[in-house]
């Protein structure tokens, strides 16, 4: 509180007879007003002290969010490691079995090639 402020005067509260009256109901009057003001700050303190709990208990959610997010990339990325392993053995398994096809193909070409042959040649010495 400024220093004049204590002493202004209130012409409904001032009294010629006695002046000390007046300056105490004004100093009566001003610590009312400050037991309000001090009673508003209190509450608006309850008010933020509510609402850093609530922020910090909404933090604390995000950060177990978080956390969980980053448990479960790590089991997708074991998942991905396993699922890479796996397509490596596939790959490996289809190249044997296109190898055997191709095995089992140029056998049938060249089985059918003589066959093919020897028939031509069965029919030639006929019509000769």
Do not use: Y
């Not at 140029?106 to 030639?124: P, Q, Y």
């Amino acid at each position: 509180m400024r220093g004049n402020e204590a002493r202004r005067r209130h012409p409904e509260i001032q009294s010629n007879e006695h002046p000390m009256e007046s300056r105490i109901a004004v100093i009566e009057n001003d610590i009312r007003n400050l037991k309000e003001n001090v009673a508003k700050l209190f509450d608006g303190m309850k008010a933020a002290n509510v609402a850093i709990t609530k922020l910090l208990m909404g933090q604390a959610a995000i950060r177990g969010d978080i956390n969980t997010v980053r448990a479960e990339m790590g089991t997708v990325r074991a998942e991905m490691g396993t699922l890479r392993a796996e397509m490596g053995t596939l790959r490996a398994e289809m190249k044997g079995s296109m190898q055997a096809m191709e095995a089992k193909f140029m056998r049938w070409f060249v089985a059918t090639a003589l066959s093919c042959a020897a028939l031509a040649f069965s029919a030639a010495k006929l019509l000769n």
